[in-house]
């Protein structure tokens, strides 16, 4: 029997963030049926996957947390092991330590199988080669690979959509604005590697390229 695809419905990765809370909200301009998916892959602020819930409640999306522990045991990064301590600058030459060693490789496996388990075939992801902090598995060569490896591996069409790839995070934030969720982004998404919702500790990597982006879009915007 031919499988049926719906082609007006898409999975989200959604870890609570700026940036896969934007592509929540962007999907649903875009898709009639959209599901978030959240990973508990032993991250030290796992309170991510809270924020991630709420998100998906005020989008009015369908929601699964998804635990995979064996993502954080099985390399080594300062955000599922605290006694590492991060890197505030990336390393000349070097991955910063808060890169988690195939973390997207797995996430969209696991993906792909609920996409093809509930029928759809877009799956929505946040990840950005203009802002990828040397994470080799946010570049595009990687997303398209990886998609051509889904549908061989499941022979099913998947696409795999990624709206911020080329977006620095001031366009990050006037992408929010433009779909109306500037505020609830800003206040309460929770970016910070450390673990703290809104504008966050300020000092890690993750909150300083948030707050170059914010304040860059907020010098343009009250122009």
């Known amino acids: ?24 909200f962007w999907a649903k301009e875009r898709f009639a049926t959209v599901t978030a998916i959240t990973f508990d892959y032993g991250q030290t602020h796992r309170a991510e996957t809270e924020v991630a819930r709420a998100m998906a409640e005020r989008a009015g999306a369908g929601w699964r947390l998804v635990n995979a522990p064996f993502i954080g045991s099985v390399g080594s990064s300062s955000l599922t092991d605290s006694s590492i301590k991060m890197d505030e600058e990336r390393p000349e030459g070097a991955f910063p330590n808060t890169f988690v060693p195939g973390r997207n490789l797995f996430f969209l496996g696991i993906a792909a ?23 080799p598995d ?9 998609n051509v490896t ?8 998947f696409v795999i959509d990624t ?14 604005d433009r779909l109306g969720v500037f505020d609830l982004v800003r206040s309460e998404t929770l970016t910070c590697y450390n ?16 707050r170059e982006g914010l304040e860059a879009y907020l010098k343009h915007r009250n122009r």
């Open 113 to 135: 199988v609920t996409a093809r388990e509930l029928g759809m075939n877009h799956i929505v992801t946040g990840v950005s080669q203009t802002d990828y902090s040397g994470y």
């Open 150 to 157: 889904l549908n061989e591996a499941m022979d099913y069409q």
């Open 163 to 176: 709206p911020l790839m080329w977006l620095d995070k001031e366009a990050t934030w006037a992408l929010a």
């Open 195 to 210: 673990g703290i919702k809104g504008d966050g500790c300020g000092h890690c990597p993750a909150c300083k390229l948030r």
């Open 138 to 146: 946010c570049r595009d060569s990687f997303i398209k690979s990886m």
């Open 1 to 24: 029997m031919e499988e049926r695809i719906n082609n007006d419905a898409a999975v989200v990765l959604l870890s609570g963030g700026q940036d896969s809370t934007t592509c929540l």
